[in-house]
Nanobody, 115 residues
Framework: QVQLVESGGGLGQYGGSLRLSCAAS????????MGWYRQAPGKQRELVAT???????NYADSVKGRFTISRDNAKNTVYLQMDSLKPEDTAVYYC?????????WGQGTQVTVSS
């Protein structure tokens, strides 16, 4: 069982930056692929970025060049640095941990970007 707790959401400005953190419980954090997803009102949850156990990132086209995902296995934490924010980045952001059929989600953190 893995518990994920997100933090760092809030109100950002167009062109500004926010940094999300996701702290995971458990002693085997490094076996999980980690990811960030988001869900805007009236839309389905979508992938934002993932990072493999080896640190390889993958990004949705909509955030490439603006967002950076990283992980610190010593701290059991994954980060999402969001730069050049746009109003369309407004959503609830969810942290995800995945290992084979094991899939865990955080409770979500709201990000609102004003224009």
């Amino acid at each position: 069982q893995v518990q994920l707790v997100e933090s760092g959401g809030g109100l950002g400005q167009y062109g500004g930056s926010l940094r999300l953190s996701c702290a995971a419980s458990g002693r085997v954090f490094n076996i999980y692929a980690m990811g960030w997803y988001r869900q805007a009102p009236g839309k389905q949850r979508e992938l934002v970025a993932t990072v493999s156990t080896g640190g390889r990132p993958n990004y949705a086209d909509s955030v490439k060049g603006r967002f950076t995902i990283s992980r610190d296995n010593a701290k059991n934490t994954v980060y999402l640095q969001m730069d050049s924010l746009k109003p369309e980045d407004t959503a609830v952001y969810y942290c995800n941990a995945n290992w084979y059929r094991y899939d865990y989600w955080g409770q979500g953190t709201q990000v609102t970007v004003s224009s």
